[in-house]
């Protein structure tokens, strides 16, 4: 037990003999201040005292703190937003849309009519007609017939085929030599009615397509003469042994000799009121012709 505690003194007296030989702890110097601080020269007379009163406050219209912030004005009008989808201003327009051209028409592949182009015929080439089963190719609008060296006007103009209007110049040239002969005038005019109309056949049981729906047939209602007169079928046909009546029956005999197809009162009594010429076909050969 004894030696116990001599080993504790010892021990603590070891630990105050190295604590005396230790050096103090020195503390550390303070460092010296910078030059610019130390050695910096005195401020310009000139300057202003308070460099941060010179300087434009930035924030002089910036509400203090603690400031009550100004109440917006619910009449003044909101201020226009654009919409949210809307375009950036730079952005490039769109290319035009491409204008598809139109489609350039069929061609027709119409003919000519010689009888126009020699000046027989005073007409104009008309379009193509298509109704069905009635029309024609290469239809003319005529409005004279060249008789005797002179243009004799149609009452109306006529839709007709060319092979039609080709023989009207050799019947009128017929009726005006005999008109100079027999009565010292002259053909006037050519008083027309029906020409191109698409129905069937008049005058018969036959319901065949008339050759008025091909533009092949005229109908002649009368004749006006130089002189002034006028002779109309339906008036001027019942009297035969009267001029007017003899002048008509010698038309209708003309026409059988230069069309295919003459019908006139005798015909039956649709044709009361008109001579009726066509181009029609009679025969196996088409070489026959049908005067009535």
């Avoid at 005229?218 to 001029?243: H, I, K, Q, S, Y």
Wanted: hydrophobic share 40%; proline share 11%.
């Amino acid at each position: 037990m004894l030696r116990t505690s001599l080993l504790t003194v010892m021990l603590l007296l070891s630990s105050l003999a190295l604590a005396q030989e230790a050096p103090e702890a020195v503390p550390p110097m303070p460092r010296d201040r910078p030059e610019s601080l130390t050695d910096a020269p005195p401020a310009d007379a000139t300057a202003p005292a308070d460099a941060e009163a010179e300087a434009p406050d930035a924030d002089a219209n910036a509400p203090e703190a603690g400031a009550e912030r100004p109440k917006a004005d619910p009449d003044a009008p909101e201020a226009e937003q654009p919409p949210a989808d809307a375009a950036p201003a730079a952005q490039e327009p769109p290319a035009p849309a491409k204008v598809a051209e139109p489609a350039e028409p069929p061609r027709p592949y119409q003919t000519q009519c010689p009888a126009v182009i020699g000046g027989q015929i005073e007409a104009k080439l008309l379009p193509p007609i298509d109704e069905g089963e009635c029309g024609t190719q290469s239809p003319l609008a005529v409005t004279g017939i060249l008789v005797n060296g002179r243009m004799v006007p149609l009452s109306s103009e006529a839709t007709l085929t060319c092979e039609v209007a080709t023989t009207l110049p050799h019947w009128g040239e017929a009726i005006d030599g005999y008109l100079q002969a027999r009565e010292n005038t002259e053909l006037a005019s050519l008083d027309v009615g029906t020409n191109y109309n698409c129905r069937a056949r008049v005058g018969g049981s036959s319901d065949r397509l008339s050759e008025h729906g091909m533009a092949n047939a005229l109908d002649v209602v009368g004749f006006t003469f130089a002189d002034g007169r006028t002779v109309t079928v339906e008036g001027d046909w019942p009297a035969a042994d009267a001029p007017e009546g003899k002048f008509l029956r010698f038309a209708h005999d003309a026409a059988c000799s230069s069309f295919s197809t003459t019908l006139g009162p005798e015909a039956n009594a649709e044709h009361h009121d008109h001579f009726h010429v066509d181009m029609g076909c009679h025969g196996a050969a088409c070489q026959a012709r049908l005067c009535e």
